[in-house]
């Protein structure tokens, strides 16, 4: 199905938030409390397929309250980030990477494609509309997230035949304020996120339902993440409940664990996976036993370690603990870090300060509406 037979109707807001008011807005802090004018909606049927494609002012969603997506959460969402050029530009990164995981997220929860153009397009209106909304400080940029639910109103356990396609746009700061503070990572021995055969590869809502216990279990061991080990053995180290992890051993060496069927095929790990190479380092997609990390970590092999992804970037750790030990990686915050020194080279390519060599700029062309 081609986004042709798709037309956006427009219905511009008639009440945006005046400028005073849109940079009262843009000012709050927290993450994701703030959102934009706009928001575009495509409705899907198994009879018309994706149809009613609309840009029209942000506002609460109606629903029934049958609609399947509250009673077994049949959701998947994506989120990527538009981006302030120095020349005042927006554009948006590697958006074709999110619309291909989409559609791989909601083919593991049954639910239907889009095609990638449309889901493209409906990023692109929803971020030349709402342009006034891409902020310009330095760290700062638009959230977009893409979400789509089950909408049957049925209490029968099945495939939804009716679903709901939104976007929603919310201006963010840098996502760990202040100067970078190396992360305390806590890695937990009770709780798993995802087995093989379950939806560990997914972005979808249940996922990160499941982790919330285990992330309340790290905040009340004064940690800030929560690390998650395979669901078998225990021992092989996963990912953060949203974001994937590296390892950084001596002689230029990264390594992350695979893209196995239980961690999120995050873009901004594919990204640095790509930059690690091009400047030079031996990057290893490999299992990882949480107990190699200590032995590496004791005998001074490991440098350093960090976690990625569209939110925070690249963070730092600088702590991983357990209910019976903890270690500290050394301090380098002297230095520049591999950490750092790939954080650098990922941004400067998605403010279009680097030449972007591998074609993961796109330009959106503003204003639309
Ligand atoms: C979204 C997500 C990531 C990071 O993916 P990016 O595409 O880099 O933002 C990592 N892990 C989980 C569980 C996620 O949901």
Redesign the pocket.
């Known amino acids: 199905m081609s986004s042709a037979s798709c037309q956006f109707v427009v219905e511009p807001n008639a009440a945006p938030a005046g400028i005073e008011e849109r940079h009262r807005l843009m000012s709050i802090p927290e993450f994701g409390v703030v959102f934009t004018d706009h928001m575009v909606t495509i409705r899907f049927s198994i009879e018309n397929g994706w149809h009613d494609a609309r840009l029209v002012p942000y506002a609460p969603l109606s629903l029934d309250p049958a609609s399947a997506i509250f009673h077994y959460g049949q959701e998947v969402f994506?989120?990527?980030k538009a981006y302030r050029t120095p020349d005042g530009g927006i554009v948006l990164f590697r958006p074709d990477?999110?619309a291909r995981?989409f559609n791989a997220s909601a083919e593991r929860m049954g639910m239907p494609a889009m095609p990638e153009n449309l889901f493209i397009e409906a990023l692109e209106r929803l971020v030349s509309a709402d342009a006034a909304w891409v902020p310009e400080a330095k760290g700062a940029s638009l959230y977009l997230r893409p979400f789509m639910i089950a909408l049957d109103k049925s209490l029968s356990v099945r495939p939804s035949r009716d679903y709901l396609f939104v976007v929603i746009a919310s201006p963010v700061k840098a996502y760990f304020a202040g100067p970078p503070v190396p992360l305390k990572i806590w890695v937990t021995e009770e709780f798993t996120?995802a087995a093989q055969g379950g939806t560990?590869f997914a972005?979808c809502g249940g996922?990160?339902a499941a982790?919330m216990k285990a992330q309340a279990e790290a905040a009340a061991n004064n940690c800030d993440q929560v690390l998650f080990l395979d669901a078998v053995n225990r021992s092989w180290i996963e990912?953060?409940?949203?974001?994937?992890i590296f390892f950084v051993l001596e002689g230029m060496k990264l390594i992350t664990p695979p893209l196995n069927g239980t961690?999120?095929?995050?873009?901004?790990?594919?990204?640095i996976i790509h930059l690690a190479a091009e400047l030079g380092f031996s990057v290893e997609e490999r299992l990882y036993a949480f107990s190699e990390l200590c032995d590496d970590a004791l005998c001074g092999r490991l440098k350093e370690s960090f976690v990625?992804?569209?939110?925070a970037v690249v963070a730092e750790v600088g702590q991983f603990q357990t209910r019976h030990k903890t270690f500290t990686l050394p301090d380098r915050s002297d230095s520049d870090t591999v950490a750092q020194i790939l954080r650098k080279a990922l941004v400067s390519i998605q403010r279009c300060e680097m030449p972007d060599t591998n074609d993961w700029i796109r330009r959106v062309s503003t204003p639309r509406i």
């Open positions: 994506e989120g990527t990477c999110n995981r996120r560990g972005k996922n990160y982790s990912e953060l409940g949203l974001m994937n961690i999120l095929p995050g873009v901004t790990r594919d990204s990625c992804g569209t939110g």
